[in-house]
């Protein structure tokens, strides 16, 4: 290798195929690509240079809302209870240290460069200590792409880790190690014993396993190295059996001192050792197979950082084996950049919906409701939590009763190996917004006994608590907000509410949670099902609610398709809801969603016997409709929709049931025809209507 | 080179600046006390009390805390307090039974303001000089990270007895409680761990095991434990407990019991008796008398029904109805044998809920807890401590000790001085511990806050302190002692009609 006056590292021998193509002149695509994966193994830095840059702008602009809800899932404190609190188990600094750099994913463009920035140095690292030549360069990357994938994996894992600064554990703990690994190969091979036992006995309550790890890479490297150099052998083997034995004993020794862990977790000490095993997930059945859903997926990352640097602490003894494949660092690049982008792709946990969940998590912080409903939208089958979102976005715009079925409806899986429910992901903010804010607070509270306090809890017992009364509490909260560095401010900002309470009336973002706080209190549980807790609750409706509650009552009536709830809720929603002119007199017609769902209901009760109506129909027309019925919605369901259903008969069909007299009449020829053809049939016209909820989105289960 | 240089300067500067401290030569005086936190203003300590470390809570630049008693003076520099183990010691010792006056100045615009001077009193009755406690993150189903520990009451130290992070008991958790001693001594003790290996780990006579103190007769294993303080037997009650959440009430939530009776547990024989178990009737907290020989608890009339989800149904709807009084029964030493029942505080008379009864070690006055309704008083605003004269039948509040928030989970101190118990005054969610001075009159000295090494200690901690117990010595088996024996297979108890 020469380098030029730029500094730029140049083969000494340009590469025999791109001489040639050179030679010819000719450019066609394929002697292109030919000529760039030929260059690839003469330049590793630049791709790895690409690869970071990729890297970062994936997580910049692709992650950002995911970056945003891991720092929120955190916490860093300037105190030094924090630090001692993180401190008082092993691995516990690097804990501390990661979850202070965890926090600046808040702003995830800086959190991104930061992470980025540490995912070099690890790689210069590895190169500087494992004296990688350049040409082999790529290989140190396969530990980095280890480390990445360890986090990229984590999906909904990110609110049950009970890890704090999760994020950031692996890379510090290999940073710290191939730190001591450079210094270890710097000593004189008598002063590395000293090392080695101070390493593991000093560095085990910081770092833990990593520290564990390290020492065991150290001292293999150690060996290797003598054995190349044919010197100091047998000292290196001494030191390797005394090391493995400190890698056995302190660890023992510490679990005497601490009083936080278990003897069977003491050698698996900064790893989510406890949560990955098989019994921790049995509990979770899943129907159908995903990777996903298997624990031992999860550690194969932390596997391949073992194997990556125990192979590269191997190299020296098997240089002589190696350097007699020509062409071995072409190869090796190659299989590096085969390896990494596949293995990354199976580990990037790239789940549309879980990207929605968290955009419109972001989006409902900055009260946008309208970005939260315009993500809703993007989903194929939205999982229960983006169409409860959706909710709660259309309640705050006043535009639920126009809107509420205009995006997706569903209830899509998720994957996950833990049964992931609504009260650790986004139930906190849903029982805020309805008001159930004792609810918000317990579990906050509940949460942050199980996975420790983070930024979120804080946010949403902050806020539940100055709207519920409890300034004295709220207060506390917005203290250790105070000693972030993040949410200072937004501390701040709370606190002026309980030093002057008469403006939380006029806050509008309180608007809603403060109406819908007009119940009376009672006892009760929620088995850690928000929306089946919120249905039902909101099915009972106070004598003095407010119209916000009326319509979040009867828009859950809707989605329950529980008609004996929807027509004295109906009944409420006009008397509350709809404004009224001088002369008493109805200024408008009731929303689209709640005039079909009026139109579908009463088409229902027309099936039924007349002792059996839920209401009486007579007057309906003439009186209701007059005033609230907008002619155009009652002939696109009585004139479209159900002239469509009278193309598609079927004995199966669940229109049979309830348009018999439309059926009979075409039931000359009857058809066969599945409810997901019907579904399809009907999606294009009546997707945004409640009619087409009722009978096509089907088999909802509830978080 | 420059930073080096800068640092040193600061250094110097710091230094130099507190060495010149000192009390203000002029100042304006404020006829008023200052505001600190925690609020120590005239409480009353023991002799061999840990520093008491507090902020102030007045604006200002600049602070100077004077300390005086007898001739010794003590100055404290800064908005935090937090004088020195030796600077304490030596300044209680100075009071030596009288008070310790504190002058607080602060600097305002370049001006000095001193408050009027409030008193700490020192009292010479002495306390026992470990405490226990549970501490627990203020949660309602959950746990995690749950540890009993003891806490060297003349400084800060303190040390874990069992923490069930000892144990990897993922996905099912562990849940530790109702650690008690037999007379403020270690040798005979117990908690409960539930769940995951669980059992009551027991310290009988210094040797430790595990039972499982659940039999066909009863309906739950040992739940709340007493110790009697002569004899070998330890009364508890046996619960089946359930918990509820409000969704407006700031209570939060309601821990009723839907069926519960008192056992007491023989450690000899390894078997169990019923002491009061009316199936109508809920029976709960068992405490004796300090000669061993009466036996107090509480009992609620309220449940008719047999079957527990028509309990549960009544309990939610009427939770309110839920009163609990104390009744007394007498215990024959000689014979083993229960006296007929007595009822000593009728709190659902007067609209109440008496729990936790806890006897004065001289026999003569009975501590509780009385809230509006039910048994979970460290849950209810409007629970405060009542001491009642056994003897003559009269009570009144412990007004000194009480707040506008839940007091519970009393306990006397050996000599009968010094009462400790939990409040959650200080945000209302968190239960931190309080220390009251007895007077022989059967009220109190205004109570203080647990002292800790830091001001803002409590500001930033966020777990519970429950069930707190004087202690004359620490515990010494080690945390993995424990975790051995919560490890093993527990000895099952039996049934026995008779208690000896």
Known sequence: MNKTKKGVYVPQKPHKDAGALKAKGKRTLFSLVKGFLCAIPERPLLVAGAFFAVLWLVLSFCEQALLFRVSDLSVFLFDDLYFDNMMSVPAGFLSYLGSFLVQFFHLPILGATIYVAMLVLMYWLTRKVFNIPKRYSLVALLPVAAVVASNSQLGYWIFYLKLPGYYYIALLGIIFSLLAIWAFRKLPLPARIPFVAVWVFFGYPLMGVYALAGAVVMVIYGLSLSVRQRKGVLLSCALMVLAFAAVYMVPRYY????????????????????????????KVVHEEYSYWYNIKFYWIPFFMLMASYLLLALVPVLKNILSKFRRLHVAASFSVLAVIPVFLSVHWFDDANYRIENKQNMAMWDEDWETVVELGNEAHEPTRQIVLNDNIALLNMGKAGDMMFENPHGSSDIKSPVGVH???????????????????????????????????????????????????????????????????????????????????????????????????????????????????????????????????????????????????????????????????VPAKKLPKNYQEAYLLFKQLEKAKAPDDRLISLEGLSEGFEKFFIDPAIKQRFEGAFISKIANINSMNNPFTRAFPDTVAVKDKKPVKAGEKYNASYFRYDFSDTYYYYFYFVRNIKTN | MKRITYYIFMMAVALLASCSSGVPSDSTPVERLPQIYPDYKGVTVPCNIAPLTFRIEEEGGDYVTRFTAGNHELVVTGREIEPSLEDWQSLVAAANGNSISVDVFVEQDGKWRGFNAFSINVSQDSI???????????????????????????????????????????????C???????????????????????????????????????????????????????????????????????????????????????????????????????????????????????LYYCVSEFPKDSLIAERVSREVVHYRDIKYDIYRRPWNPETGEFGESELVFAASALGKSATFPRVSPDGKYLLFALGEYGCFHIWHKDADLYVMDIEKGTYWPLENANSDFPESYHAWSSNGKWVLFASRREDTNYSRLYIAHMNEDGTSDKAFLLPQESAEYYDFFDRSYNV????????TITPQEFVEVVESEPVKVKYSTKVK
């Open chain 2, 176 to 294: 530790i409680n109702c650690h008690a001693y037999k007379n403020y001594r270690t040798d005979n003790m117990q908690f409960h761990v539930r769940q995951y290996k669980g059992g009551t780990v027991f310290v009988h006579d210094g040797n430790v095991k595990k039972i499982d103190l659940k039999t066909d007769s009863t309906i739950s294993a040992g739940v709340y434990p007493f110790f009697n303080p002569v004899y070998d037997i330890v009364a508890y009650s046996v619960n089946n407990t359930g918990q509820i959440f409000h969704t407006k009430n700031h209570n939060k939530v309601e821990v009723q019991d839907q069926f519960s009776d008192v056992i007491v547990y023989n450690p000899q024989k390894e078997t169990v008796t019923f002491v009061a178990n009316d199936p109508d009737d809920l029976e709960v907290f068992p405490a004796w008398s300090p000669d061993g020989k009466m």
């Open chain 1, 255 to 282: 679990y005497g001192q601490y009083s936080t862990i278990a003897l069977e977790s003491v050698y698996k000490a900064g790893t989510p050792s406890s949560q990955w095993t098989s019994e921790y997930v049995a």
């Open chain 2, 128 to 174: 026992d000089p470990y405490i226990s406690y549970r501490l627990i993150p203020p949660s309602y189903v959950a746990y995690e990270n749950l540890s009993i520990c003891q806490r060297d009451i003349s400084n800060y130290d303190e040390e874990t007895i069992y923490n069930n992070r000892l144990v990897v008991s993922e996905p099912d958790g562990q």
């Open chain 2, 468 to 475: 707190p117990e004087f202690m004359k010595e620490p515990v």
């Open chain 1, 422 to 584: 609504l009260t650790q992901t986004g139930g906190k903010m849903l029982y805020y917004y309805y008001g159930k804010l004792n609810f918000c607070y317990r579990w906050c509270v509940e949460d942050a006994v199980e996975y420790g306090w983070r930024l979120e809890y804080l946010k949403h017992a902050t806020r539940s608590m100055i709207l519920s009364g409890e300034y004295t509490l709220a207060r506390r909260y917005i203290n250790i907000l105070k000693h972030t560095l993040f949410y200072s401010g937004w501390a701040e900002e709370m606190e002026k509410y309980i030093d002057s309470p008469e403006l939380i009336a006029k806050e509008p973002s309180f608007r809603l949670p403060l109406q819908m706080s007009c119940y009376e209190d009672a006892l009760t549980v929620d088995d850690s099902f928000v929306e089946a807790f919120l249905t039902k609750d909101l099915m009972v409706v106070p004598e003095d609610a407010t119209p916000e509650y009326v319509e979040a009552s009867l828009m859950m009536s809707l989605v329950r398709k529980d008609a004996r709830s929807f027509w004295p809720l109906l009944d409420r929603y006009v008397r509350v809801c709809v404004p009224k002119n001088a002369n008493n």
